[in-house]
């Protein structure tokens, strides 16, 4: 049974930074392609990053040059470096691993001064 839990999220002031992580447990991390999706409230969970098993990066106009996503295979680790962070980036923040459709809990991200 694979399991993804994140962290690091909270309040943050408009401009400021947060890096949240994604451990996953119970099942090979190499392999897959690892996601990040956010949510607010009313509306569909949108697709903000996603990493290959070979690095390779890809990432929503609305966050291209203030997230890095990245990905530690020995720790089984996705993060997502956010930078520049402004008020409509506030979200839920959900790790997700396509192949069998694995989600985490969600991290709450709030951008507000």
């Known amino acids: 049974q694979v399991q993804l839990v994140e962290s690091g999220g909270g309040l943050v002031q408009p401009g400021g930074s947060l890096r949240l992580s994604c451990l996953a447990s119970g099942s090979f991390f190499a392999p897959y392609i690892m996601e990040w999706y956010r949510q607010v409230p009313g509306k569909q969970r949108e697709l903000v990053a996603l990493?290959?098993?070979?690095?390779?990066?890809n990432y929503a106009d609305s966050v291209k040059g203030r997230f890095t996503i990245s990905r530690d295979n020995a720790k089984k680790t996705v993060y997502l470096q956010m930078n520049s962070l402004k008020p409509e980036d506030t979200a839920v923040y959900y790790c997700?691993?396509?192949?069998?459709?694995?989600w985490g809990q969600g991290t709450q991200v709030t951008v507000s001064s």
């Open positions: 997700h691993r396509g192949r069998g459709d694995y």
């Open positions: 990493i290959t098993p070979g690095g390779s990066t």
